[in-house]
Every structure is written in structure tokens, then in C-alpha cells.
């Protein structure tokens, strides 16, 4: 069913982004530059990357400071043809930054857990998932999830096998407690502070920038589940096609990013983000990973902290009837 609050989430929404019918909020700040490539390796020398990112190969150049992820620190034997390469260029000039290598995520509820695997349902928009876990790296995922039952949440970065994901650390900074989420009848601000963290979209799917909104209208042709919690965050009701304005608040970025899914999964989340500082409670959004790149996030460290700037959130289209 649909929340019971909804009505009065849905005049949060337009108070909170000055919006009345037929008119959108300004946009009121400068995108960062889509810089971050995603592709897959082609060849691989101690001065260049060659991607193919589906038409002519891409060739990004490498230095003696790039930094290579497979896993964990790693080095040019991890830039194998056939794995999938996400770039960071320099932003000090011609070069590459950093590469993470087959890097993925499994973020949801678990279903069931064997003595080495943990089966996870990532929610309505990304099928279930079973993670093996290394006997190297469970006490440190245990540390962050203390129970792996059916039930509990689980947030962790893996590296793509070809027997499906590997874990190798922890997606959260703390344990994924469910608290009390928002009051609806809190007031609602202008700016949201929270965690923004990063999940595997697809590279065909056609967007590469996009975001997973935690509150998503679930009423009309809006996009939202309708079974998604109530998250911890004050967030309004948005719908898909919403531009969302993020800021990274350990880098100072911005860039606007395109609600593309329902972030129902993320609402189940009350975890902090302590990049730089602690963040407030709740996650605020779910980036792809070119666009959590792009704002200068770190996909092995899982999350940045974040503002989203409601007033600045320009609705590209609104739910029927609201």
C-alpha cells in the first residue's frame, strides 16, 4: 500500500523546492565535470589504459602515481582484457588518477546464509545476489554486521568473480541499524545532510549519471514502491525525472544527476558516512558509480557525506494529480 502519509509528503515536497504546479525550482548550481570513464579492458602497458566504452576504444594515459584497486591496493597485472576498468583522470593535468578494477557492491536484506555465501535480496530493481565471503575478510565484515541471518541488512564492496561477487570489505562504517525514521510532520528543510553511497548500474542501461532517490513518490506514474520504508533522512517525495543537485561535502563538488530508480533499498539504511566528519543519519542517495566518481567518491570507501540541495532540485516531471 501506499504510505498513509503521503499527502502530507507530497506538500513537504513543494514546500521544501518552492514548486507550484506548472513551475520548477531554478537550478541553482554548477555541475562538476563528467570526467570519470567506465569501459572495458582492452590492453594495458605501464603508460596506457585502453577501454573499450562502447564505440572507438578509449586510450588514458598512466602514470608512476596512478592508483590501481582489484580487491584491495593492486597494480598493472590487475588491468587484464575483459574486466571492467571505472577511471578517474588527474584533475592536475593529463594522466589517470585512479582505476578500480571489477569492482561491484551488494547492498539489501539477506535471505539465507551458507558457511561461505550470503544470498541478498537487493530489492525490486536489482534481483537477489549471493556474496561469498573469504574467511580473511568475515571477521572484518562481521565487525559491521554483527548478525548475517535472514532479516538483517548487509552493505558490502566486492570484486566480480566468475563465480559472482567476492567481499572484501565492508559498504557501511557501522553497523545498518534500523532506527525511528523522520517525523512527516517535521518541517521541511531546504538542504538534506546525509550519506551518499553508490550502486552497480547497468552500462547499457543509458545511464550512466543517475541517481536512486530513497523517496520516490510510490502514487500516480511517479516511479516510487510502494512497500518502501519511511527513511531516517527528511527527504520529500520526488519523482523519477527529478534532478537531484549533490554535493560532496569532503570534496566541495557539485553536479545534478537525474533521479533514474526508486532508492527503496537505501531507506532501510540509518548508518553514518565518516569520510570527513560524521555525517547525519540516513542515506540521501544512491549515485551510479560514474557520478559518485565524478564528485570525487572513492567506490572502495562506499560512501561521502553529502547535502542535497532541495532548492535547487529542478523537476523535469511531477506526479499526476500533485
Known amino acids: 500500500m501506499p504510505h498513509r502519509d503521503a499527502t502530507r509528503r507530497r506538500r513537504r515536497a513543494g514546500q521544501a523546492l518552492g514548486l ?28 596506457v589504459l585502453v577501454l573499450d566504452t562502447g564505440g572507438e576504444p578509449i586510450r588514458l594515459p598512466l602514470t608512476p602515481t596512478t592508483s590501481i584497486w582489484y580487491g584491495g591496493r593492486s597494480g598493472l597485472h590487475a588491468l587484464v582484457p575483459g574486466r571492467e576498468a571505472i577511471v578517474r583522470p588527474s584533475a592536475d593535468g593529463p594522466g589517470v588518477e585512479r582505476v578500480w578494477v571489477d569492482i561491484t557492491r551488494v547492498t539489501g536484506t539477506i ?7 550470503v544470498e541478498v535480496d537487493q530489492g ?29 541488512l548487509m552493505d558490502v564492496i566486492c570484486v566480480r568473480s566468475p563465480d559472482g561477487p567476492r ?36 552500462p547499457d542501461a543509458g ?11 510510490p502514487e500516480g506514474h511517479a516511479g516510487g514502491c ?3 520504508p519511511p527513511g531516517c533522512a527528511p527527504l520529500p517525495y520526488l519523482s523519477q525525472g527529478s534532478e537531484l543537485i549533490v554535493h560532496n561535502e569532503c570534496t566541495g563538488r ?10 527503496c533499498v537505501a531507506a532501510r539504511y540509518c548508518d553514518r558516512c565518516v569520510e570527513c566528519g560524521t555525517s547525519p543519519r540516513g542515506r540521501v542517495v544512491e549515485l551510479t558509480p560514474e557520478a559518485f566518481v565524478d ?27 500533485t
Open 124 to 152: 525490486p530493481h536489482r534481483g537477489s545476489a549471493e556474496v561469498a565471503i573469504p574467511d580473511r575478510v568475515l571477521h572484518r565484515i562481521l565487525v559491521r554486521h554483527p548478525r548475517l541471518e535472514p532479516g538483517e
Open 20 to 47: 507550484t504546479p506548472g513551475r520548477t525550482a531554478p537550478a541553482g548550481s554548477v555541475p562538476a565535470e563528467p570526467t570519470a570513464v567506465r569501459g572495458t579492458i582492452v590492453d594495458a602497458s605501464p603508460h
Open 254 to 263: 557539485s553536479t545534478a544527476v537525474p533521479v533514474v530508480e526508486c532508492g
Open 207 to 217: 545511464a550512466a549519471r543517475g541517481a536512486a532517490y530513497p523517496a520516490v513518490d
Open 295 to 321: 564528485l570525487g567518491g572513492d567506490l572502495d570507501a562506499g560512501c561521502f557525506n553529502a547535502r542535497l540541495d532541495l532548492t535547487a532540485t529542478a523537476v523535469r516531471s511531477r506526479p499526476e494529480g
Open 226 to 228: 510502494a512497500d518502501a
Open 167 to 202: 567481499a572484501v570489505r565492508p559498504g557501511t562504517s557501522q553497523p545498518a541499524q534500523r532506527i525511528t525514521p523522520a517525523a512527516v510532520d517535521a518541517p521541511s528543510p531546504t538542504t538534506v545532510q546525509g550519506t551518499a553511497t553508490w550502486f552497480r548500474s547497468d
Open 111 to 117: 535471505l539465507d546464509r551458507s558457511q561461505r555465501a
